[in-house]
């Protein structure tokens, strides 16, 4: 079945770029009937969309972090990333990637990869 | 975008019915058939339980339901089992390709 694995560094400096990356196996990132997100939820705290991607390369942004935010996708490797600039201790969270279906098959995220920590201190 | 309003928890003993409500915005909620419901035990990932407001994926018990009303959403989880125990999230479609959640809600099994 369908599964997401999020990769990269679990210590960020502040003021430096966070950047993780997604591989997605059990299936085709290529698929035309979904979009590939990000979504992450500070310690103890809720979940916040934090944008997504097509595997055409067509991104959209949460309004609040869209200054920082790049995702970008890489078919051959069948990998989508997430690059958030600036980060500050208020961008310490588990970062999780989903499949997202916006149309045909409904409007919902599933399934999640297990997530993965970042902390960002000096 | 503002995060969807949910109570903080709620709490129901074995075999009896919760509800948790899930509040937005004629933008967000009210404006689109796109509230899905997300479980989450402790130091795991969220798991899909209800979309497009009242939709099950196959292999949620049926225990689970959705509705809206308005600008509210709803998840009912009925004949309440231990292993509900657990935060939910509700997510909205806002439109314009965003997306938003809520607060989260942890269910507290007596």
């Known amino acids: 079945q369908l599964q997401l694995q999020e990769s990269g560094p679990g210590l960020v400096k502040p003021s430096e770029t966070l950047s993780l990356t997604c591989t997605v196996s059990?299936?085709?990132?290529?698929?035309?009937?979904?979009?590939w997100g990000w979504i992450r939820q500070p310690p103890g705290k809720g979940l916040e969309w934090i944008g997504s991607i097509y595997y055409s390369g067509s991104t959209y942004y949460n309004p609040s972090l869209k200054s920082r935010v790049t995702i970008s996708v890489d078919t051959s490797k069948n990998q989508f990333s997430l690059k958030l600039s600036s980060v500050t201790a208020a961008d310490t969270a588990v970062y999780y990637c989903?499949?997202?279906?916006?149309?045909?098959?409904?409007?919902?995220?599933?399934?999640w990869g297990q997530g993965t920590l970042v902390t960002v201190s000096s | 975008q503002s995060a969807l309003t949910q109570p903080r928890s709620v709490s129901g003993s074995p075999g009896q019915s919760v509800t948790i409500s899930c509040t937005g915005t004629?933008?967000?909620?009210?404006?689109?058939?796109?509230v899905s419901w997300y479980q989450q035990h402790p130091g795991k990932a969220p798991k899909l339980m209800i979309y497009d407001v009242s939709k099950r994926p196959s292999g949620v018990p049926d225990r689970f339901s959705g509705s809206k009303s308005g600008n509210t959403a709803s998840l009912t989880i009925s004949g309440l089992q231990a292993e509900d125990e657990a935060d939910y999230y509700c997510c909205s479609y806002a439109g314009s390709y965003v997306w938003v959640f809520g607060g989260g809600t942890k269910l507290t099994v007596l």
């Open positions: 059990g299936g085709s990132i290529s698929s035309s009937s979904y979009y």
């Open positions: 004629s933008s967000d909620v009210g404006g689109y058939n796109y």
């Open positions: 989903a499949r997202q279906a916006v149309a045909g098959p409904g409007n919902w995220f599933d399934p």
